[in-house]
C-alpha cells in the first residue's frame, strides 16, 4: 500500500499560510481603517493575540480526534449529524455574501489596469467563475496556494520597505468599546481558515509532532504580514476602505510596473478564492439536498459530477447582492458583517463540540475564552444578520420545539374529566 503520510513540516506550514492569509489580506486593512481610523492597528494586534488560542486549540482537536472531515467530524463525534448539519448551514450562509466582496476585489484592480467600469467587471469575473465551476475544473487549489505564497512573499518585503513613509506617533488606541467591537467582527476574516487544518490531518507524517509546530509557525507569519500590512496602509495615500490600499505598498517596489503586478497576484488570489469556494458550497448544497434536508431539485449534478443546481442557486443570491451593493443598498461592511456574523457560528458549533470531548481542563479552558471572545464579536452584529440567525435556528430545531409543546388532540378528552 503506497503510503499517504507524504506531508512534512515546512508543507503543512505553507498549506496553513495560503487559507490564512486568502483575499482577506487584501481588503481587511482598509475596512479596519474605515471603521476605526488610526486605532485600527492596536484592534489587529488584539485579534491576533485571541486568534493563537484559537490556532492551537485547532491544531489540538486536529491531533486528538482526527476525521476525513477535518474539525467538522468532532461537530458530528460529539454531538451527531443534525448539529453537523446546522454548522453546514452555517458556512452556507455565510457563502451567499462573502465571495461577493472577495470579487469586487478582484474586479476593482483589474478594472483599474484594463479601464474597464468596476461593476460590467466585477459581474463578467463571477459569471466566469461560475462558468469554470461547471466544468469541474480542479486546479484552482494550486493556483490559490501559488497565488497566495507569492503574495505573502512580496507582501512581507514591500511592508518593510514602505516602513520609512510610516509615522508610529500618528497611531491611537480605540476610545471605546463599540469601535473595538464592530472591528474586531469586521477583520475576525483574518481568523477564518483555521478550522480547515484538519483536513490535512490524514495526510500528515507524525501529526502530533509536526501538526502543531507547523500552525504555530504558520501563525507566526501570517500575524507578522497582516500586522505589517494593516499598520502600513493607515499611512497609504488611498482613501479608507479603498479596495486598492495595497497599491502604494507594491509601488514601493515595482514602481510603475506596481498595478501589473498586483492585478495578476490579486486577481488570481481573488479568482481562484471565490471559485474554491463556491465549489464547496455548491457541493454542500447539493450533499443536503441528496441527504433530504434541502429541496431535491438542488442536488442535481452533470454528468461530469458538476453540481450544477447548488451553483445556479448561489450564483442568484450573489448576483442580487452584487446588484444591490452596486446600488447602495447593501455596503461592503454589511458583506463582510454578514459573512463573519456565520462564519463565527460555525466555529463556536466547533468550539462547543470541543469543549464536550477535550480531555484536559487546560484546553477546556482555553476553548471557553475563545467562545466568550468570538460571542462578544458576534454581539455587534447587524440586524439583519441576527434575524437570520434566529430564523435558521428556529428552522433547524422546528421539531424539537413543537414536540415540546404538548397540545392535546382536538377530540380526545384529557384524563380525569
Not at 493556483?143 to 518593510?160: R, Y
Amino acid at each position: 500500500m503506497a503510503n499517504t503520510k507524504n506531508i512534512g513540516f515546512f508543507t503543512l506550514t505553507g498549506l496553513c499560510i495560503g487559507p490564512i492569509l486568502g483575499s482577506g489580506i487584501v481588503f481587511l486593512p482598509s475596512l479596519g481603517i474605515e471603521l476605526a481610523g488610526k486605532a485600527s492597528f492596536a484592534i489587529w494586534v488584539l485579534l491576533l493575540c485571541i486568534g493563537f488560542p484559537f490556532a492551537y486549540v485547532c491544531a489540538r482537536l486536529v491531533v486528538l480526534f482526527p476525521s476525513p472531515a477535518g474539525l467538522t467530524g468532532i461537530v458530528a463525534r460529539a454531538f451527531g449529524s443534525r448539529a453537523e448539519r446546522l454548522a453546514g448551514y452555517a458556512l452556507l450562509t455565510a457563502i451567499l455574501c462573502g465571495p461577493v466582496v472577495v470579487m469586487k476585489t478582484a474586479g476593482a484592480y483589474v478594472g483599474m489596469f484594463a479601464g474597464g467600469h468596476l461593476p460590467a467587471v466585477t459581474l463578467l469575473l463571477m459569471i466566469l467563475g461560475y462558468a469554470l465551476l461547471l466544468c469541474n475544473i480542479k486546479t484552482f487549489g494550486t493556483i490559490q496556494l501559488i497565488s497566495s505564497s507569492a503574495i505573502a512573499i512580496l507582501l512581507l518585503f514591500t511592508s518593510v520597505f514602505f516602513l520609512p513613509h510610516t509615522k508610529a506617533a500618528d497611531l491611537a488606541l480605540p476610545g471605546d468599546v463599540v469601535t473595538v467591537g464592530r472591528t474586531l467582527l469586521v477583520i475576525f476574516w483574518a481568523l477564518v481558515g483555521w478550522e480547515i487544518v484538519g483536513n490535512y490531518s490524514a495526510e500528515v507524517e507524525n501529526p502530533e509532532k509536526i501538526m502543531p509546530r507547523a500552525v504555530v509557525l504558520a501563525f507566526l507569519l501570517t500575524s507578522a504580514i497582516f500586522l505589517l500590512v494593516a499598520y502600513d496602509v493607515q499611512f497609504a495615500p488611498q482613501k479608507a476602505g479603498s479596495p486598492i490600499a495595497l497599491l502604494p505598498l507594491f509601488a514601493v517596489l515595482f514602481h510603475e510596473r506596481a498595478l501589473a503586478v498586483a492585478t495578476v497576484l490579486i486577481g488570481f488570489l481573488c479568482f481562484s478564492t471565490f471559485v474554491m469556494v463556491i465549489g464547496a458550497g455548491a457541493r454542500l448544497i447539493a450533499s443536503l439536498a441528496e441527504n433530504g434536508h434541502l429541496p431535491q431539485c438542488l442536488a442535481y449534478r452533470f454528468k461530469n459530477g458538476s453540481p450544477v443546481a447548488g451553483i445556479a442557486a448561489l450564483a442568484l443570491v450573489q448576483l442580487v447582492v452584487l446588484f444591490s451593493n452596486n446600488y447602495g443598498f447593501l455596503h461592503e461592511l454589511f458583506l463582510v458583517k454578514w459573512a463573519d456574523t456565520f462564519f463565527i457560528t460555525n466555529i463556536l458549533i466547533i468550539l462547543i463540540s470541543g469543549l464536550w470531548m477535550a480531555p484536559s481542563k487546560q484546553m477546556r479552558a482555553m476553548i471557553v475564552f475563545l467562545a466568550v471572545a468570538f460571542s462578544f464579536f458576534a454581539l455587534f452584529m447587524s440586524l439583519a444578520a441576527f434575524i437570520t440567525l434566529a430564523a435558521l435556528l428556529l428552522w433547524h430545531f422546528r421539531r424539537r420545539l413543537l414536540n415540546s409543546f404538548d397540545f392535546p388532540q382536538r377530540g380526545v378528552k384529557e384524563e380525569g374529566r
